[in-house]
């Protein structure tokens, strides 16, 4: 299983999810920096071996409420376990009483079988459905 490490922007870790991820493209990787030199804003890795084969970005949107920024695993790595590490990494290390994000359809799965809770938020702008889901942390 992979080692899930909470980084900051100017660690080797982050410049990994630059280089080995999904994400090609100067727009996506300044998005990304920006989320994560934001104040508060938290950076969780999943580490396997030498490589970084997901992530998630979170915002202690108030010391109760864990918001979920963004989370992606890479796709060899999907269906793993990976992305439900990633989560119960950045709870256990917050320690929220809830857990909110704005999830996409194609992610809906996932969030459903972790056991968020998604209220349909309408179409965004490309026409996809997204979903505001919540979390009861036990």
């Given amino acids: 299983m992979c080692e899930i490490k909470k980084i900051l922007p100017d660690s080797p870790e982050f410049k990994k999810i630059e280089d080995q991820?999904?994400?090609k493209g100067?727009?996506?990787i300044s998005l990304i920096e920006h989320f994560c030199l934001s104040n508060g804003v938290s950076i969780y890795a999943a580490i396997d071996?030498?490589?970084?084969?997901?992530?998630c970005?979170?915002?202690?949107?108030?010391g109760d409420v864990m918001h979920l920024l963004f989370i992606g695993v890479h796709r060899d790595y999907r269906k793993s376990g990976v992305a439900s590490a990633l989560l119960d990494g950045a709870i256990?290390?917050?320690?929220?009483k809830a857990v909110v994000a704005e999830v996409p359809q194609n992610s809906l799965n996932f969030f459903t079988k972790y056991g968020f809770y998604a209220v349909d938020f309408g179409e965004d702008l490309s026409g996809k459905?997204?979903?505001y889901a919540t979390y009861r942390v036990r």
């Fill in 92 to 96: 256990a290390d917050q320690k929220p």
């Fill in 26 to 28: 100067e727009e996506t």
């Fill in 57 to 62: 970005v979170t915002d202690p949107s108030t």
């Fill in 49 to 55: 071996g030498e490589n970084v084969v997901g992530f």
């Fill in 21 to 23: 991820l999904f994400f």
């Fill in 129 to 131: 459905n997204v979903y």
